[in-house]
């Protein structure tokens, strides 16, 4: 019985450290939006299939994630906010909204 405990223990332990070792990971990938010219954006377009492809009502932004991930859950997700296109590698979880939000941030943090 000892055994068996002591080899339940050993494999939490395995799995705990195997997790985290994903979490790093994927938190590494992440990285912050930055701007991109419209022939990147639509050569993205174009790779494959898009994921969570949306535009705002009045057509001004839309974003879409490459369905291809990078790194356990993380994605290349595009942007095109007017004229302006941003790239940014992040979760494929990410919403429309949160999506603009996150580019809205950075770059009102970069112009103060």
Same mark, same amino acid.
């Given at each position: 019985?000892? +055994? !068996? @405990?002591?080899? &339940?223990?050993? #494999?939490?332990? &395995?799995?705990? %450290?195997?997790? $985290?070792? +994903? %979490? $790093?990971?994927?938190?590494?990938?992440?990285?912050?939006?930055?701007?991109? #010219?419209?022939? %990147?954006?639509? #050569?993205? !377009?174009?790779?494959?299939?898009?994921?969570? +492809?949306?535009? $705002?009502?009045?057509?001004?932004?839309?974003?879409?994630?490459?369905?291809?991930?990078?790194?356990g859950n993380v994605t290349e997700i595009y942007a095109r906010i007017g004229v302006r296109y941003f790239m940014m590698r992040d979760h494929?979880? @990410?919403?429309?909204?949160? =999506? !603009?939000? &996150? =580019?809205?941030?950075?770059?009102?943090? &970069? %112009?103060?």
């Open positions: 019985m000892a +055994w !068996l @405990l002591n080899k &339940r223990t050993n #494999d939490s332990v &395995r799995y705990c %450290q195997y997790t $985290s070792y +994903w %979490q $790093s990971r994927e938190k590494a990938a992440v990285k912050t939006p930055a701007e991109i #010219d419209v022939h %990147q954006f639509h #050569d993205a !377009l174009g790779q494959m299939y898009p994921q969570n +492809w949306a535009c $705002s009502e009045n057509g001004e932004c839309e974003t879409f994630n490459s369905a291809e991930m990078f790194c494929s979880h @990410l919403s429309h909204g949160e =999506i !603009l939000t &996150r =580019i809205d941030a950075e770059f009102n943090a &970069r %112009q103060k």
